[in-house]
């Protein structure tokens, strides 16, 4: 992937390209909207410390194995070893700004290679904009169709694929973090998620 990438005007005040990274055999994508600055200058998703890490862990998404998580998390870039988990952002690049419909399109390609290459079973949009963003793709609904507070906690079918909606952490109450963490493990893992793919319907 374009690490001198230049299709949009965020990379004037980037850093770095932030790619996504994790399991790349995963069945659960997480998609946020745009790298942190702590991610744009490490040049990686950084989840150490913050509260979609905590609930990566909390799910059971982070590999215990201290031989493992010596490996490949003694880099200095605060990532966490994902266990069946791959995160990764709508956009690249981070900004002063939230992301424009422009610059969310110019990064799609990026998004669509990742999701093509991981083929996950569940995609966790991570905010309203990617929710609505990805509902577009990956639904057969219009992305007016959802509002992220009502969505949140829930599952939603899609075109090949489980939708886990998610209300941003940082914006989270400790209830509503709880509620999703009961919805992933209950709800998705509690069952067979991999019999979604190829499902149509909402």
Known sequence: MDETCENCRRCETRSNVVHGYGDVAADFLFVAEAPSPEADEAGDPILEGTDLGRILEAVGLVDEDPDIAADEGSDGIGELPLDNAYVT???????PENPSDDEIGAC???LTAEIRMINPHVIVPVGG?????LAVEYTTSPPE???IEAAHAT????RGFELVPMLAPERATDEQQEAWVKQFIEGV???DYRQTKGRQER
């Open 189 to 191: 893992l509690g069952r």
């Open 108 to 110: 799609d390609p990026f």
């Open 145 to 147: 169709a959802f509002d």
């Open 155 to 158: 599952t939603i079918r899609g």
């Open 129 to 133: 904009r990617t929710l609505a963003a």
């Open 89 to 95: 952002h709508l956009t690249r690049c981070h900004g």
